[in-house]
């Protein structure tokens, strides 16, 4: 390996050493306020849910007339009606879709100006999770014997760090799974039109993520909090893990 190489890796090293070391001073007690700011504003402090109810456009089809003059009531006695009759009961087949002439259903709008709002924050903490992590990777010492325990504080922040990476990770899957769901209950109003229930699971689940979302902020101010709260406490274990001192976790 050449010296220009070493030279290269060590430079990243002492970058990302020193980004971490920001983010956890002023980084994270910056973005606790914004999240708190955030929360206060109207979009996510009323949480009326009367703002993300959205018509889907969809129109009702009209009755269907069913002609009641047939054979089963001849000479007074009731004939039962073919087996091989075929049904056409529109509460079962439902109604073929080819187009809507009503165009597209659109998205929930209101609900996709907050996520795009939400989205930034969430990849914010992925990466700001995954800076930290290597920052104490780097900080852990080579394995020795003895005063290991600046070490395990090392351990246990990192493992707390990669599960609010893991967790910030999931509150993506869950706005596509959103996505997905409302795509499939809309596409059961589209297939049966004249079932309110479908259209009111449409409302039901455009509530739950409208409620979701403001969670999922709430979440990550928290595990910025937190974050900051366990590697303050104990940033003196974790920059200099074999130190004589023996201070607890928390």
């Known amino acids: 390996m050449s010296n220009d190489t070493v030279a290269k890796v060590q430079e990243y090293k002492d970058s990302l050493i020193q980004k971490a070391e920001h983010l956890i001073i002023q980084g994270f007690p910056e973005k606790i306020v914004e999240l708190n700011e955030l929360l206060s504003t109207p979009m996510f402090s009323e949480r009326n849910f009367n703002e993300v109810h959205q018509d889907l456009n969809i129109p009702i089809p009209d009755p269907i007339t069913v002609n009641n003059h047939d054979d089963t009531h001849l000479d007074g006695v009731d004939q039962q009606p073919s087996a091989k009759r075929p049904r056409n009961d529109i509460s079962t087949t439902g109604v073929k879709v080819m187009f809507l002439a009503t165009g597209s259903v659109a998205c929930n ?68 799974r959103y996505f997905l769901s409302r795509a499939k209950v809309v596409s059961k109003v589209a297939k049966y039109p004249h079932i309110d229930d479908y259209r009111r699971a449409v409302v039901e689940l455009d509530e739950k993520e409208y409620l979701s979302l403001w969670l999922v902020v709430c979440e990550v101010r928290n595990r910025y909090s937190s974050l900051h709260d366990i590697v303050i406490k104990n940033l003196e274990k974790l920059k200099k893990p074999r130190s004589s001192n023996a201070d607890s976790l928390y």
């Not at 325990?149 to 999931?170: C, H, K, M, N, R």
């Open 109 to 176: 709008e209101p609900l996709c100006d907050m996520i795009r709002i939400v989205k930034p924050i969430i990849r914010k903490l992925v990466e700001d999770s995954n800076l930290l992590k290597m920052w104490i990777s780097f900080m852990i010492p080579k394995i020795e014997d003895g005063n290991n325990f600046g070490v395990s504080v090392q351990e246990d922040t990192l493992a707390e760090i990669q599960a609010v990476e893991s967790e910030a990770a999931a509150f993506f899957d869950q706005i596509s």
